[in-house]
């Protein structure tokens, strides 16, 4: 290979993601990898790409954690459930693999992590307008952060 001379004087090492602005985006699943929580809950991390024109690829992750009934935020993965038009109500079969394509609506915040760096974090989500007419009327409307559970 060829050696050859740069200026970098001006340039700023950058590194990782960089977070979308906050705002309401359309998302799709395009992973899911199980954990577990310290409590040894059922946790999916699901890696979501922005699906929309401006921020296209652009990656945010959710965490959907299973909690037993009784718990505080329970509800939170059945919500999440329903939002993609799964199976959501009485006894169900978790079947993770078919997340993968699905649509959803998310209102995307930032937050900084544990090193101080800005990071996207889904503060609420909903349905597709129209998708689920059971769940939503016609006009579109995100949850807003008194309706969501989370």
């Given amino acids: 290979m060829r050696a050859f001379e740069y200026d970098a004087t001006t340039v700023k090492p950058s590194g990782g993601f960089m977070p979308v602005p906050p705002a309401i985006y ?40 299973f909690l037993p009934p009784d718990r ?12 993609i038009g799964e199976p959501w109500e009485g ?26 760096r800005d990071r996207n974090m889904i503060i609420s989500i909903d349905s ?3 998708e689920r007419d059971d769940i939503l009327t016609a006009s579109p409307s995100v949850a807003s952060d008194e309706e969501v559970p989370f």
């Fill in 26 to 65: 359309l998302m799709v699943i395009k992973n899911v990898t199980e954990k577990t929580t310290k409590n040894n809950d059922v946790m999916y991390s699901v890696e979501c790409e922005v699906d929309d024109k401006d921020y296209l690829g652009s990656k945010v992750w959710h965490n959907v954690t």
């Fill in 128 to 130: 597709i307008p129209g």
């Fill in 72 to 83: 505080k935020g329970a509800g939170m993965a059945i919500y999440f459930l329903k939002c």
């Fill in 91 to 116: 006894k169900i079969i978790i079947e993770p693999d078919n997340w993968l394509g699905k649509h959803f609506i998310a209102k995307v915040g930032i937050e900084q992590d544990l090193k101080g």
